[in-house]
Every structure is written in structure tokens, then in C-alpha cells.
């Protein structure tokens, strides 16, 4: 009997054997004259953790104002109460099982049991996407374009679709690489043709997709 693929379901990062565990720290803008970077350390009793590893992960200030970094429970109490600290989040393992990434996230709960925090948040509108891929079907449903936007207007020609794929609100972009064996373009250290396509689909969504899902295609094992 042929065994579908099982699941692996969404879980809080364990801590270490010292007890650090990633959070996701979201912060208020820094101040004015001060830097995101002295901002987001000025949380932080140090650079370092007690094992001498970078404490400081990431820093965030687009889609929303924090940082990455690895704390004990003790020092996320010391973060948590301090001026300008607004939400911690225990870092969250995720795997790629759905195209639906906002329920996904649990960013629809997020947003209705604590407004406030993400007032202001712009959500990553606006942006454009791009996706390294073995091939797009432009007339997959996932390509839809109902009820979308224009693209940006920052986006130029220089990624329009080319050959037979069609271009709408969502996919802005697909170009297709053949590399021919012997060409100047061939990369040298692949004896063998490659085809490489790029596939740009919704610049105002935030929809997390498997490889081949992402661009209409068949899901990858």
C-alpha cells in the first residue's frame, strides 16, 4: 500500500542545553538620531551570549520594527522591561505543507488578539518575489491574478514574460535559460545543460509555496 507523505506539524524551537531559545523581539521605532542597530542592541545585556556566540541574529525595520536573538527566560524578562519593547515570539519551527502562508503563520490570530502591535504594519506591500525554478504553467490557478493590483510601478520591462507564458497582476516576470553545452554562457563547471526559470508571481501577498508550487507546478518530493 503506498504511504502518503506525513506531515511535520509546526513546533516552538527547544532551548539548548545553557537554555537559550530564539525569540523574535518586536520593538517601537528607535528614536530619533539613533540607528536601528544601536536601537535593537540597546535591548541587550551584551553581544554575546555566556558561550560566546553572537546574541544579535537579524534586525527588522520594513514590514515591522525588532530583532532576532538568543536569550535565556531570565533575559527575555530583562528585554520585556525595557522602554520601547512590545511582543516577544519563541522562535517557531515552520515547514513548507501549504499556499496559504498568512493562516499558515497565524497571522490573522495574531492580528486580532493583539491590534494594537500591528498597527501601521504595511505587511510586505509591494514587494516583488523571485523564484529560482524548473519550469512555470502560467495558466495555474495559483497564477490568478482576480483581484490584485498593478505592479509596482518600480518594476520595469526588464522582467517581462517571454516566449508563450502571459503576464498578468500576479506573475510580472518569467524569463527561461538554456544553457547549450560548449557555449560561452555555458557555467563551466557543469558539463551538462541546465535550464533555469524565474518566475516573479504576487507582489501583495505573502503566500508561502513549495519549490515547484510556487510557479504552477506539480509539488516537489
Same mark, same amino acid.
Given at each position: 500500500m503506498k504511504m502518503g507523505r506525513q506531515m511535520r506539524q509546526p513546533h516552538v524551537e527547544p532551548a539548548d542545553g545553557s537554555g537559550y531559545r530564539t525569540y523574535i523581539i518586536q520593538v517601537e521605532k528607535p528614536p530619533r538620531g539613533?540607528?536601528?542597530?544601536?536601537?535593537?542592541?540597546?535591548?541587550?545585556?551584551?553581544?554575546?551570549?555566556?558561550?560566546?556566540?553572537?546574541?544579535?541574529?537579524?534586525?527588522?525595520?520594513?514590514?515591522? #520594527?525588532?530583532? !532576532?536573538?538568543r536569550l535565556t527566560?531570565?533575559?527575555?524578562?530583562?528585554?520585556s522591561a525595557k522602554p520601547g519593547f512590545v511582543r516577544s515570539f519563541p522562535n517557531v519551527i515552520l515547514y513548507p505543507q501549504t499556499t496559504q502562508t498568512p493562516k499558515f503563520l497565524g497571522l490573522p490570530n495574531a492580528m486580532n488578539e493583539s491590534p494594537d502591535n500591528w498597527a501601521g504594519v504595511v505587511g510586505g506591500r509591494g514587494m516583488i518575489t523571485g523564484v529560482v525554478d524548473g519550469g512555470?504553467? #502560467?495558466?495555474? !490557478?495559483?497564477?490568478? *491574478?482576480?483581484?490584485? *493590483?498593478?505592479?509596482?510601478?518600480?518594476?520595469?520591462?526588464?522582467?517581462?514574460?517571454?516566449?508563450?507564458i502571459v503576464c498578468n497582476n500576479k506573475l510580472i516576470g518569467a524569463k527561461n535559460k538554456v544553457y547549450?553545452?560548449?557555449s560561452k554562457d555555458a557555467p563551466r563547471w557543469r558539463n551538462a545543460r541546465a535550464r533555469r526559470a524565474t518566475c516573479a508571481p504576487a507582489h501583495s501577498t505573502a503566500q508561502h509555496r513549495s519549490r515547484n508550487e510556487s510557479c504552477g507546478g506539480p509539488p516537489m518530493e
Open positions: 539613533t540607528t536601528v542597530a544601536a536601537w535593537h542592541h540597546s535591548f541587550l545585556t551584551s553581544n554575546t551570549t555566556a558561550l560566546g556566540e553572537p546574541r544579535l541574529w537579524r534586525s527588522y525595520h520594513t514590514v515591522f #520594527d525588532g530583532f !532576532t536573538a527566560e531570565e533575559e527575555l524578562n530583562i528585554v512555470i504553467y #502560467d495558466k495555474h !490557478t495559483m497564477l490568478n *491574478d482576480a483581484g490584485m *493590483d498593478r505592479p509596482p510601478e518600480r518594476w520595469s520591462e526588464i522582467g517581462a514574460c517571454e516566449g508563450r547549450v553545452l560548449g
